[in-house]
């Protein structure tokens, strides 16, 4: 194997221990091979690695055997690097051992030893909890623990589970054809040669004509022990050049060993950065949003109809006029390209224009990569925005929105920790950064046209699906200078025989929140509780049944009046909610070749009961404000 020449080694060794970084700031050592007296000579054992240093954590084949073969040290507790020290405290101790030309990697709360290439190897645990993640300037490994399989711990619910959550889509020859992606090797299914006593499965994928990608080269791999199905580890190994042999090297020197502590994150609240590009009134709306104590509301239109519009803001109706007018746009609908002129221009020039202070009600904009309306049937367009081609339609798009001027709140790609999106880590080979560089590519190109009108909103839905640490809706976080404003998403069907009131649903949204978006102005941006429909899916048949339309109004209505009373009264996981807009159209499917609804979310005549429960809502918060 290769080794590092000692002249650069002498440099780096010298330098201030290992810190966290993202892949840009990364600085890898060269690893030319060199004599073996010039490397004896170079290399300076680090004083501290004998204070952390054990046994357990040794890989002889590669060298890294005693404290005195450690050259560089690196000590994180509960996320933070801690340089090169001699104590430590926290709930979540790492290590990273340098060695010669390569380093062992600990991570304690989640046992395990890992050896990876490069004596000089950089680590990102802001979402310790997560993932972890290491760095050179030639790859980027992400190491995930996962135990959150609901299906059963044994071989039938394994097979539930990766099949329909992990190699769905990347193992599938026609997902590889759709997106131009390309195996660079044969895939590897439940071996057990690899690591002794481990069943590993690994799957060897590039992106063909990358251009923005910088590291279009994937090695993924399932890593399981051989006996037991109650948790699993994934790494995502993603490099500038096919690195296969040095990430099989890397893999036959995993060994787990006993957990101390519980892992932890160490990404505490992101900052709000107010882009200065933004107009005045972009400005005074979002100074306004972060300051107000009500909630504005708005609705999204079963196929946008202007007379149901008109009539939902009616005496008869809800007798309210919304604050906010919610479009969708996708990129297209299958071979046919969608634009801001032809799908929302004049819907938007007709029922928003606002601007927080001109009684209008303010455009929310929500804007998908998809083709198929989110059928999440291994088609996505993320690779060809990491390979440039969507820049001309994205210059449009911002160049359309500056247009229309007035304050745009900007929802892309919403519910994309989810298995249903055609943005999911799903159809990303299990890497949510593939969706944070399609997104700061987005973001990068609205400012280049000077959009400065835009209010970026990231608007995850609350529980992740799969169920999982690598999809974690704060793996998807682009970086934080490209969001303003947070977007929560929990709905409530309302079909089983008990429903979770909005205040234990939202309550859940803001515990897991809080952490990391406390600085941001929230907004709910799409939920809705349903009354039933006239079909329902039974899982124990595996097919709709009829049932009564609107069963469960009473309950739903219900939910409505204590959803307004949580408002009302103010509750904390209610304060940083800004905006609200209910979802108002019903869930569809086909049975027999016809379409019928297995939902009621619609605000109209048919529910009358919830109609007026929304109508009695508004006006006593809109009674409240005027106080």
């Known amino acids: ?183 660079t090797r044969p895939v590897v299914t439940d071996s057990t040669e690899i690591i002794p006593g481990y069943s590993v499965s690994v799957h060897s994928i590039t992106i063909n004509l990358p251009l923005k990608c910088e590291m279009p080269y994937y090695n993924i791999a399932i890593v399981r022990p051989a006996d037991s199905f109650e948790y699993f580890f994934l790494f995502v190994f993603k490099s500038t050049e096919d690195m296969s042999e040095q990430f099989d090297e890397m893999l036959a020197s995993f060994t787990e060993i006993d957990r101390v502590g519980t892992p932890v994150n160490g990404q505490g609240a992101y900052e709000v950065t107010i882009p200065e590009t933004w107009n005045d009134e972009t400005k005074a709306y979002y100074d306004k949003l972060c300051k107000q104590d009500h909630v504005d509301w708005g609705a999204f239109y079963e196929k946008n109809d202007d007379a149901y519009i008109e009539w939902l803001s009616s005496e008869e109706a809800l007798d309210h006029d919304m604050e906010v007018f919610m479009t969708y746009m996708h990129m297209g609908w299958y071979d046919s390209e969608s634009t801001f002129e032809e799908s929302i221009k004049e819907r938007a020039e007709k029922h928003a224009g606002g601007n927080g202070f001109n009684g209008k009600p303010v455009l929310m904009f929500t804007y998908q990569w998809t083709y198929t309306n989110n059928a999440a049937n291994g088609d996505t367009p993320m690779y060809d925005i990491l390979r440039g081609k969507m820049d001309n339609k994205f210059r449009e798009l911002a160049q359309s929105l500056k247009e229309y001027g007035k304050p745009v709140l900007f929802r892309l790609c919403n519910e994309m920790n989810t298995d249903w999106t055609d943005y999911c880590g799903m159809l990303s080979l299990a890497d949510p950064d593939i969706f944070r560089m399609c997104w700061e590519r987005m973001y990068n190109i609205f400012q280049e046209e000077g959009v400065d009108n835009c209010i970026w909103i990231f608007n995850p839905i609350a529980t992740s699906c799969p169920y999982s640490n690598w999809g974690n809706m704060l793996c998807y976080m682009p970086d934080e200078k490209c969001v303003q404003m947070y977007g929560v998403t929990n709905y409530a069907m309302n079909n089983e025989p008990e429903q979770d009131s909005f205040e234990k649903m939202y309550t859940y949204v803001y515990e897991q929140s809080t952490p990391y978006f406390d600085n941001y102005p929230w907004c709910i941006g799409e939920f809705a509780c349903g009354a039933g429909g006239a079909y329902q899916y039974s899982w124990s048949s595996q097919s709709y049944i009829q049932t009564e339309l609107g069963r469960n109004e009473k309950r739903q209505a ?12 103010d509750d904390e996981f209610c304060k940083r909610i800004k905006v609200a807009v209910w979802f108002s159209a019903n869930d569809y499917a086909s049975v027999d070749g016809e379409s019928v609804i297995t939902n009621y979310l619609k605000l109209d005549e048919n529910i009358p009961e919830t109609l007026a429960a929304f109508r009695k809502g508004l006006a006593e918060m809109k009674e409240d404000t005027l106080k």
């Open 1 to 183: 194997m290769k080794r590092i020449f000692a002249a650069l080694l002498l440099v780096l060794m010298i330098l201030p221990a290992v810190v966290a970084c993202t892949p840009e700031d990364v600085s890898a050592p060269d690893t030319s091979a060199v004599s073996d007296t010039e490397e004896s000579e170079a290399l300076i054992t680090d004083k501290n690695a004998a204070s952390f240093w054990k046994d357990t954590y040794k890989d002889s084949e590669k060298g890294i055997d005693t404290a005195d073969k450690v050259y560089s040290l690196g000590v994180y507790a509960d996320g933070v690097s801690l340089g090169s020290v001699t104590e430590a405290e926290g709930t979540d101790i790492r290590y990273l051992f340098g060695g010669n030309g390569y380093t062992r990697a600990v991570n304690l709360p989640e046992g395990y030893c890992l050896t990876l290439p490069g004596g000089k190897v950089e680590a990102d645990f802001n979402l310790g909890a997560l993932r972890s993640q290491y760095f050179t300037d030639d790859y980027c490994l992400t190491v995930t623990y996962e135990n959150q399989n609901p299906y059963g711990a044994n071989q039938h619910g394994w097979d539930i589970y990766t099949g329909e959550w992990l190699t769905e889509q990347f193992g599938d020859v026609k997902f590889l054809a759709d997106n131009n992606l390309r195996r």
């Open 558 to 569: 219900k939910w409505i009046e204590e959803m307004f009373k949580n408002f009302e009264n």
